[in-house]
């Protein structure tokens, strides 16, 4: 019995599970406001204007726990969705172009990566230099006009329905797409690299990690999934457009940092994206069907995300022998002497 009381408690205290309890309140908040929102087909549509946006946020995710950031991803999304527009435009089966796609997504992330790992230059710089530098590609490329075309054998996977019934096309695939990485996450070596990277990158590089390697992958990781993400959004909006997902980078971080995700690198858990997604995705549908602004729903997702912040270096300083206001922020660790350090590659406290 005392075993199953300790399962609980873990259980209980655990990120996941403040979520899980946060996703039922805003649910009951939401029907306050709105008779609709129980109707079956809205929650099972609740999340699918927002799969583009949680594939975004799963491939940042593995950005984040290394350590760096990456506010690109949606000028990759737009860069690599206007490239398969024309090239589809051009007469290009939609299947080839969508393959073109995701290489140009996938480069685009490599070149961050070559930037910040290769160069050792700091992630924020390169990333807002290259959001810029790929949303002024993207209207270069189809100059700010949009493409509409496209077969509903592909448009399907963005806003179609399986047959028979409404469960979104979309939905599944980002849950496949969560499970996928999720294992790649919690139950790979390249999985473990990340965690080490991120708690201590020095102290990984002298255990013998591929640092340069790993923190490349995980950028070229990041636009793939980026670029994955834009033929969703594609699929659901019907069109490519230069400007695709502008004003979406806050709720992109939010769902990586509010699922359990330490800015600073070294902890998070795909499963905690997963249900962030989900949370930001109820706020959203909730005071949509209540009429209330989108101005409005910023300002909720925003300090939902400052919430998410404070209360991970809370956290953080708790178990570090408690609370210290002036050691809200956690400062990387580093290696301080020139002795060889331990061969010990960290794991993730979220398994």
């Avoid at 205290?13 to 406001?33: C, D, F, K, N």
């Avoid at 994206?273 to 069907?289: C, D, T, W």
């Avoid at 101005?295 to 991970?312: C, F, S, Y």
Wanted: hydrophobic share 55%.
């Amino acid at each position: 019995m005392s075993g199953a009381r300790r399962i609980a408690g873990r259980v209980l205290v655990r990120w996941e599970t403040l979520l899980v309890v946060a996703i039922v309140g805003v649910g009951i908040w939401s029907v306050t406001l709105s008779p609709f929102f129980l109707k079956r087909a809205n929650l099972l549509d609740l999340v699918t204007p927002y799969v583009f946006i949680g594939l975004m946020a799963f491939g940042l995710t593995f950005v984040v726990i290394t350590g760096e950031i990456d506010i690109s991803v949606a000028s990759i999304l737009a860069a690599s969705i206007v490239c398969f527009a024309q090239i589809f435009a051009a007469g290009v089966n939609v299947w080839p172009a969508a393959i073109a796609c995701l290489g140009i997504a996938t480069a685009l992330g490599l070149a961050n990566g070559l930037l910040v790992g290769v160069l050792n230059l700091p992630s924020l710089a390169v990333t807002l230099g290259t959001m810029a530098a790929y949303s002024g590609l993207a209207f270069v490329v189809l100059s700010g006009e949009g493409v509409a075309t496209f077969p509903s054998s592909f448009t399907k996977f963005g806003g179609g329905y399986l047959a028979g019934n409404e469960l979104p096309v979309a939905l599944l695939v980002m849950l496949g797409f969560a499970i996928a990485l999720g294992v790649l996450l919690h139950r790979t070596r390249f999985g473990r690299y990340l965690f080490a990277i991120g708690s201590n990158r020095e102290a990984a590089r002298l255990s013998g990690i591929p640092v340069t390697r790993v923190r490349v992958t995980v950028f070229a990781l990041s636009g793939l999934m980026a670029g994955i993400a834009g033929l969703v959004y594609v699929g659901y909006f019907g069109s490519a457009r230069a400007d695709a997902a502008q004003g979406s980078l806050l709720d992109i971080v939010t769902a990586v940092v509010l699922g359990g995700v330490g800015i600073f690198g070294g902890t998070g858990s795909m499963p905690g994206v997963l249900l962030a997604l989900i949370l930001v995705a109820e706020v959203r549908n909730g005071m949509q069907l209540a009429n209330l602004s989108g101005q409005l729903q910023n300002i909720v997702i925003g300090a939902l995300l400052l919430a998410a912040i404070i209360a991970g270096n809370l956290i953080g300083s708790a178990q570090e022998g408690g609370f210290q206001p002036g050691k809200l922020r956690r400062r990387r660790k580093g290696v301080t002497s020139d002795k060889r350090a331990e061969a010990k590659v960290l794991v993730d406290s979220n398994p």
